[in-house]
Every structure is written in structure tokens, then in C-alpha cells.
């Protein structure tokens, strides 16, 4: 399945149903009086949290979600029905953000969780509502209350308890395809993996989620290489392991770039616990790897683990070294995925910058010129406004296609599995 993590979607609640204006006429009965029943509320926007979803690809391919408008009200004091809520299912870990993508409106983090987004409008009321001893002959209806609408981001940001973290070719995808049943693309050449993977580890009879994200190079937060957006995905996790592969020249200046590139992410990345690794130790001389292992402590000021990941030597110790972190913070940050997140400086949106890569920043511009058309437009009549929303709608349509990942390559991986 393709991989998305952002989505831009329009929605939209009904709109209450009108009240009907009626009076009751039967052979017989004189007065009969008004009898124009209620109409019935919109229907709600409802989003719910889905287990078995690891993706927004479904909204690329559809971006407007209107509930149905609820019912008119009739004569004989019959009020209208309400109108159907429309369901969005999004998967676990994904973030609702206003249209500047300033606020967060919601954090779905766990499966089953259901918030209504906007509230559908209220029926207006019939003339019968307005019958009174001084006016026994209302001929007042009120039409319904409108929806409400809006734009808003769809963000997923994946819920793992240790991700990954190097250089391109540091043989994250390896590791992550060594100790856990994801087969994520491996290659020698950089950006093999395009979209993050997440697998189930297991050591000492517990289980825990890795998350294995493209490589970040020297000036990821510009925008290089792939940019450091992936770095969302592993905001929430409660541990880093920091592979660095040990064929490289200089493993310390490796391990430089990679703190450096998490301290400009910001979010909470750079204070996280982080095991690091001197993978690859299979392809070096005894001598080689103790020299290099020597100068990663003193640069960290941490214990460093020796592995590799293609051999499989130096693996348990990894995993058992993760998993004792993961204990610890699951003790002191309750077992919830929800609360690793609350502690990772979930809530702040700032961080993180959805069009980072630098072809994405002329959509950037674009955006804003979109805002400042909406903006002059308030003054205008609302006929224009329509006509300008559609506009902007096919414009948020390109948009899409810029950030989704691309085609050919996911056609490759498919061929792989
Ligand atoms: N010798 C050796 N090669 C490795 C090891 N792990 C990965 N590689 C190789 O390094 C290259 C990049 O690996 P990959 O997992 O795609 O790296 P990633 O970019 O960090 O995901 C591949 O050619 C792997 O075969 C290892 O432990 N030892
Ligand atoms: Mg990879």
C-alpha cells in the first residue's frame, strides 16, 4: 500500500433541516391551527481512529467529506429526520491540524477513538413552534442553521517505540529487517527507503515497535536530501537508536551530522534517550573496530554497542539494551502510547514543517497567496467566495500529488515483496 502522512481535506457538516409552514385544513375542523413540524439536525463530521490503517492514501484519492443535511420539517407536526454524519477513518497516530496548520484540533492515539470534528446545524423551527395565544396563526418557519466547514491537515505521525536513526546507508533498513518481520527495500546505494517502515521486535518475551525512517544527511533541515519531515514519525517514540556505519571514514563526524540535524528538528528529538551503534562491525579488523568504538564514547559520552545487523553478531544486546529504556519510560511515562506522546511535546505544531523540500516551497508560496485571495474575498459579496473555493480547491488537488511519494519507486517495492 502507498505510503502518505499528510493529507489536506475539506469538511464539511450538514446543514439543519427547514422548518415547514403549514396549517392543519380537514373537513370538519375549522381553526385547525399551524401543524409545520421542526426540521431535523445536520449531520456531524466524525472521525474515527482505526487499528490496521498505516496510511492517508485513501484521502488523496478523495478530499471533500460532507455529512448529508438534515431533513425538512412537514405539515402534521412532522419533524424532519436528521441527517447522516459522515465517518472518516484514519489510522493510529494522526493529528488533525487547522488549515495554517497552527493548531491541533485533535490527536487520535488510540484505535477506537472517535471525536466529532464539526457538529452538523440545527433544524429551524416549524410555524407550530411559534403558536401563542396572542398569534394562533404563525406563518414563521425558520430555515435551518448552516453546517460549519473547513479546511483542515490530516497528519500521521506513526506511534513506535524506538526509531531509527543515520546516516543513508548506515544499514537501518537491514537492522529493522533483522530483528523484526518488516522487509523494507535494502540497497547499497542511499534513499533506498523512501517512506518509513515499522515492524514488531521482540526480546525478553516483550514486544516493541520499531520505526525505521529514510536517512537524514548534513542539511536535512534545509531541505537536503529528503528532508528531516520523516523525523515526525519519530517524535513519539520513546527511544532513538543511532546506527553509524562503521565503514565510513570518520564515524565521528557521522555521528556529528545526525545530532546536529535532530537538534535543528527540534520536537523533543534531541533530549530523547538514544542507544548508539557502530553497525557494519562485520566488514572491520578487531583493531579498527575498537579504535572507532573509543572515539564514538568519547564523542557521546555514552556506552556504544558493537553489531551488525547483515551478520547478525552484537543484535540481542541492542535490542535488550532498547528494550530496558523502553521498560523504563513505559515506568515512568505509563504504558499508553498517548502518554510517550504527551511527553514528546505532542500539541506543539511548530516543528514541524510539512513542505520542506525545496520544490515543495513554491507550493508554500502558493499557499499563501491562496490565503490572501480568501482574505479579500471576506469583503466581497458570497457569490465570488464560491467561485474562488473552487479554485483553491484544485489547487490544494496539485498539492497532493506533491507530497505523496512517488509512484514508480513504490511500484519497485512492490515488485520486491
Ligand atoms: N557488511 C555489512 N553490510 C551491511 C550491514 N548492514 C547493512 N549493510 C549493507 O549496507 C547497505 C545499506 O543498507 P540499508 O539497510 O539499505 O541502509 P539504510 O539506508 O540505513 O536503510 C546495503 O548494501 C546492506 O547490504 C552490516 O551489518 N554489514
Ligand atoms: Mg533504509
Not at 322 to 336: D, N, T, V, Y
Request: with cysteine; net charge negative; proline share 4%.
Amino acid at each position: 500500500m502507498k505510503f502518505l502522512d499528510q493529507a489536506k481535506i475539506f469538511v464539511k457538516s450538514g446543514e439543519g433541516g427547514a422548518g415547514a409552514c403549514s396549517f392543519r385544513r380537514e373537513k370538519y375542523i375549522e381553526f385547525g391551527g399551524p401543524d409545520g413540524g421542526d426540521g431535523g439536525r445536520g449531520g456531524d463530521v466524525v472521525v474515527e481512529c482505526v487499528a490496521n490503517l498505516n496510511t492517508l492514501i485513501d484521502f488523496r484519492y478523495q478530499q471533500h467529506f460532507k455529512a448529508q443535511i438534515g431533513h425538512h420539517g412537514q405539515g402534521r407536526n412532522k419533524t424532519g429526520g436528521k441527517g447522516s454524519d459522515i465517518l472518516l477513518r484514519v489510522p493510529v497516530g494522526t493529528q488533525i491540524l487547522s488549515d495554517d496548520k497552527d493548531f491541533v484540533l485533535a490527536d487520535l492515539t488510540t484505535a477506537g477513538q472517535r471525536i466529532v470534528l464539526l457538529k452538523g446545524g440545527d433544524g429551524g423551527f416549524g410555524n407550530a413552534h411559534y403558536k401563542t395565544s396572542v398569534n394562533q396563526a404563525p406563518r414563521r418557519a425558520d430555515p435551518g442553521w448552516p453546517g460549519k466547514e473547513m479546511w483542515i491537515w490530516l497528519r500521521l505521525k506513526l506511534i513506535a517505540d524506538c526509531g531509527l536513526v543515520g546516516l543513508p546507508n548506515a544499514g537501518k533498513s537491514t537492522f529493522l529487517a533483522a530483528v523484526t518481520r518488516a522487509r523494507p527495500k535494502i540497497a547499497d546505494y542511499p534513499f533506498t527507503t523512501l517512506h518509513p517502515n515499522l515492524g514488531v521486535a521482540s526480546a525478553g518475551g516483550e514486544e516493541f515497535i520499531i520505526a525505521d525512517i529514510p536517512g537524514l544527511i548534513e542539511g536535512a533541515h534545509e531541505g537536503a536530501g529528503l528532508g528531516d519531515r520523516f523525523l515526525g514519525h519519530i517524535e513519539r517514540c520513546r527511544v532513538l537508536l543511532h546506527l553509524i556505519d562503521g565503514t565510513s571514514e570518520d564515524v565521528v563526524e557521522a555521528y556529528r551530522v545526525i545530532r546536529e540535524e535532530l537538534r535543528q528538528y527540534g520536537g523533543g528529538l534531541e533530549a530523547k534517550p538514544e542507544q548508539l551503534v557502530l553497525n557494519k562491525c562485520d566488514a572491520l579488523a578487531p583493531e579498527e573496530i575498537e579504535a572507532k568504538m573509543a572515539a564514538l564514547t568519547q564523542a557521546c559520552g555514552a556506552k556504544v554497542l558493537p553489531m551488525s545487523g547483515a551478520a547478525g553478531i552484537g543484535v540481542n544486546p541492542v535490542l535488550f539494551s532498547l528494550l530496558a529504556q523502553i521498560l523504563q519510560s513505559r515506568s515512568e511515562q505509563g504504558h499508553g502510547p498517548l502518554a510517550a506522546a504527551l511527553t514528546a511535546g505532542v500539541g506543539k505544531a511548530a516543528p514541524w514543517a510539512p513542505l520542506a523540500g525545496p520544490d515543495d516551497e513554491e507550493d508554500e508560496e502558493d499557499d499563501d497567496e491562496d490565503e490572501d485571495e480568501e482574505a479579500d474575498d471576506d469583503w466581497d459579496d458570497d457569490d465570488d467566495d464560491l467561485a474562488d473555493d473552487d479554485e483553491d480547491e484544485d489547487e490544494d488537488d496539485e498539492e497532493q500529488q506533491v507530497n505523496g511519494v512517488d509512484d514508480e519507486d513504490e511500484d519497485e517495492d512492490g515488485e520486491d515483496e
